[in-house]
C-alpha cells in the first residue's frame, strides 16, 4: 500500500485523522492562508459552507470576499472564474453537483481550454473547478453521474479524481496552484469513508483508514501520477474514485493476485506506470461508474492496447455502469459492484 | 367547443426586404442634447427613462450640444477622426485581401467605427477591453501595430497567435485587448470576472466588453447582468445593436417590444441608450459608465444604436435578404462624415485637409500591408508547424509530445 506510513495502531498515529470533506477543506484553507489571490465562490458555499460542508468556516475564517455565495448560473460561476484566473488570481469554484456542470460547458470547452492556446500563450486562465460526483447515494439521475470522459476529451483541460483524504488534500493543493484549469472531480460516495460496493454493510469511517491521516498545513500529491494501491502479478486493475476500493474487494475475495492503480489524475494520465503494470502482469480489467460508451475505460482499453498488445495474454475487460441514466431504485443493478468486477477478473484470468 | 378565438404564433418580420424602399421616417430620433446626464451616484431606477431616450452630442448643424457634450479639445477630435479614418481603410484593404484570395475571411466594422474607437478614447490604457469580433478600432486607436493585425489575418510566419485563430480574431493583452472567441457572448461575462478581479485587489482597473443585438439571447448575457449587479464589478456592458445578426433583423433578438438598454433595469443596473454614430455621445456615455465604475458604484449597460452597413462576414450577401439602399436609408448618418462636419463647424478641419488624412490613412494601412504579405499570405507561408503543439497546457504532457513525434515535427 502506498499510503503516507505512520506507526501501526491507534496508539501509533501522529496525526488527526480527516475525512475526506475536512482533507478538502483544509487544503482550501492552507491554500486562503498561503496565497492572497485564491479565492472560493460557488452556489451556498459561503456563509452555509456548502451542502456538503468542504468549505464550511472559511467565509468566517477569511472574510466574505475570498469565500462567498453566487447566484445560481453555472455558466456565470465559470464565466467569471475565467475572467478571474485572466486578471491573475486562482479561483477555486464548487459546482454543487458534476450533474450541474453541463449549463457552464461552453465556457469550459470553448474558453477556459482554450485561452491559453488561442491566444498563443497571451491570456490564460488558471481556475479549479471542484465538484462531486459519482453514484451510491440514491441521488437519482441527477446527484449520480459521472461525466469524467467528457472532460478528458476536452483538450486543454485536467481532469483529476481522488479516492483518499490524503490524496484529496495533496491533489487539490496541485491543482490550484495548477497554471491550467483543472477539473477536481470528488467522489462523493467516499467522502465520509470508503466504499467498497457492499452496500448491505455498515459504513467504515475514514478514521480507521490509514489514508485519513493528513497533514496539518501545506503538502501536494503531484497531478500525472498513478498510485499502485495493491501489487499483484496476475492481472492489472485500473480504477479511480469510489471504484479503486471496489476494485481492492474484489481481489481480496478473488483471491486473485491482482495489481490495483489508482489512475488518481486522468488526464494527464500516468502511462508509464500503467505499462509497467501490465507488461508485468499481461492482462487488465477497467472499472469505473460511468457509462461504457464511450467512456474513459475505453481510452484505457485502447491505450493499453497501443502499449501493450505483445505483453497481453487475454482481452481486456471493461466493468462499468450500464448505458442507461442512473436510475434510483436500481442503483445497485447498475452501480458494478465487486461481483461483476470478480466475474470480469474470471474471465480475464481464463481468458 | 369553446368559443375562443385560437392562438396563433407571432415570428416578427423586419419591416423591409429586397425590392422594398427602406424608410426610416417612423424611427423616433431624439433632438441632440435632449436627454439629461444624471449624476453619476444616481439610483438606476430612477433613469429607467434613459434606456428609451437617446444620447446625443452632434445636432443637425454638427454643433456639440447639450449636457452629455464632453468638450473635447480638437487635437483628440482630430486624432479621433484620424482613428476612424484608419480603422476604415484598414477594413477596405483587408476586405479586399480576402476577396483577392489572400485570406480566409474578414469582419468589416464599416459604420460602427465610433462604438469601438470613441469607447478606446474615453478609457484608461490599461483598462481590459473584451471585446466582439467587430471593435478592431480598440487596436487600432490604442495604436497597435497594423502590420500586427495584419499578420494575424494572413496567419503568417509573424502571426502572434501563431496560426491557430481565425482571422480577425486578435489577442493583445498589452494593449488591454482580450482573446476574441468565436462563440458569441462567452467574453461578457468573463469581463465581469475580470472586473470582479480588480475590485477583489484593490485596484482601480475597470473591464468593458461588447456583444451585438443578437447575443443579447445568450445565456451568457443574463449571466453578465446578473453577476455583474450582484457583485457590483467594475464593468462597462456594451449591446452593439447593429440591427442586424447575420440575416436576422434586431426583432428576432426580442427588439421590437423593448429596447436593449432596458433589459438592464430589471438588474438594477443603469441601461442607458446611445447614437452609436456620434462619436462625443458614445464617448461621453463611456465616460459617464468609466466614472460610475471607477467610483466601485459598479456596471452600467449601454445601447450603442448603430447600423451594420457590410455584410455580417466575408461569408454573407446581405443583399439576399434586406434592401441594398437600406444603409443609405439610416437616418443616424456615418460616425466618419458627422465628427468630420463637427471639426470643419469648429473651423478646425477642411476638406482638404480631411481628403489629406484620408490619403495618409490610406497609405499606412498600404505600407504595413506590403511590410506584412512580404512575409506571407495565408497558405503561402505560415508559422513552424512544430508551434502548433504548444501552448495547449502551460507544459506539453506527454500524449501531446507523442503526437508531436509521432508527426515528426
Known sequence: MAYPQTAPGNGGLIMPTMNMIQALNSAMDTMLERDPNVLIFGEDVGYFGGVFRATEGLQRKYGVTRCFDTPIGEGGIIATAIGMGAYGLRPVVEIQFADYIYPAFDQLVSEAARLRYRSAGDFSAAMTVRTPYGGGIFGGQTHSQSPEAIFTHVTGLKTVIPSTPYDAKGLLISAIEDDDPVIFLEPKRIYNGP????HDQ???PWSKHPASEVPEGYYTVPLGRANILRSGEQMTILAYGTMVYVALTAAEASGIDAEVIDLRTLLPVDIDTIVASVEKTGRCVIIHEATRTSGYGAELSALVQEHCFYHLEAPI???????????????WEYFPGPERVTAAMRRVLEG | MKNRKPLSLRVPQPKYRPGDSPDFTGLVVPEAGSVRRPDIGVRPHDIADLAYGMIRVLDSHHRAVGPWDPKLDPETLRRGLQSMLLT??????MYRAQRQGRTSFYMKSTGEEAVAT????ALERDDMCFPSYRQQGILIARGYPLFKMMCQVYSNPADPLKGRQLPIMYSAKDYGFFSISGNLGTQFPQAVGWAMASAYKGDDRIAASWVGEGTTAEGDFHHACTFAAVYRAP???NVVNNQWAISSFSGIAGGDDSTFASRAIGYGLPGIRVDGNDFLAVYAATQWAAERARSNMGATLIELYTYRVEGHSTSDDPSRYRPQDEAK????GDPIVRLKNHLIQLGEWDEERHESANKDAVEQVR??????SALGTLGQAKPSIKTMFEDVYKDMPWHIRRQRQEMGV
Open chain 1, 195 to 198: 466504499f467498497n460496493g457492499r
Open chain 2, 118 to 121: 470613441a469607447a478606446s478614447f
Open chain 1, 202 to 204: 455498515p459504513v467504515v
Open chain 2, 88 to 93: 476604415r481603410a484598414y477594413d477596405d484593404r
Open chain 1, 317 to 331: 475487460e471493461r466493468v462499468t455502469g450500464w448505458d442507461t441514466p442512473y436510475p434510483h431504485a436500481f442503483e
Open chain 2, 235 to 237: 464593468v462597462i456592458l
Open chain 2, 329 to 332: 436609408a439610416w437616418p443616424l
Open chain 2, 367 to 372: 505600407a504595413s500591408d506590403r511590410e506584412a
